[in-house]
């Protein structure tokens, strides 16, 4: 079983930066970099969608169109965490942000939400106008 812990989220202007964080707990037959990982949002009265994913290795990337340019996807194995950069927010980007894993065998990344099996609580992010 995997646990996620996101951090990082808050109030903020539009314009300005955050940087959350998701840290990962793995059972100890897999490793993290085992896992690819995906950013989704939640907005209040909408979806659930889809912001970034990264693959295994990182090398990987996919991107939202709403934050291309705006958002970078990042991993670090050694410290089992994800992070999402997010910069020139804006009040849309407003939304509870999710971690999410997947194990898998592919160095490719996943942004659709029903290919991730684990999900961290979320944290909120409000950008004021």
């Known amino acids: 079983q995997v646990q996620l812990v996101e951090s990082g989220g808050g109030l903020v202007q539009a314009g300005g930066s955050l940087r959350l964080s998701c840290a990962a707990s793995?059972?100890?037959?897999?490793?993290?970099?085992?896992?690819?990982m995906g950013w989704f949002r939640q907005a209040p009265g909408k979806e659930r969608e889809s912001v970034a994913a990264i693959s295994r290795s990182g090398v990987n990337t996919y991107y939202a169109d709403s934050v291309k340019g705006r958002f970078t996807i990042s991993r670090d194995n050694a410290k089992n965490t994800v992070y999402l950069q997010m910069n020139s927010l804006k009040p849309e980007d407003t939304a509870v942000y999710y971690c999410a894993a997947d194990s898998t065998y592919y160095d490719l990344p996943a942004k659709n939400s029903n290919q991730y099996a684990y999900w961290g609580q979320g944290t909120q992010v409000t950008v004021s106008s």
């Open positions: 793995t059972p100890s037959t897999l490793t993290f970099s085992s896992y690819r």
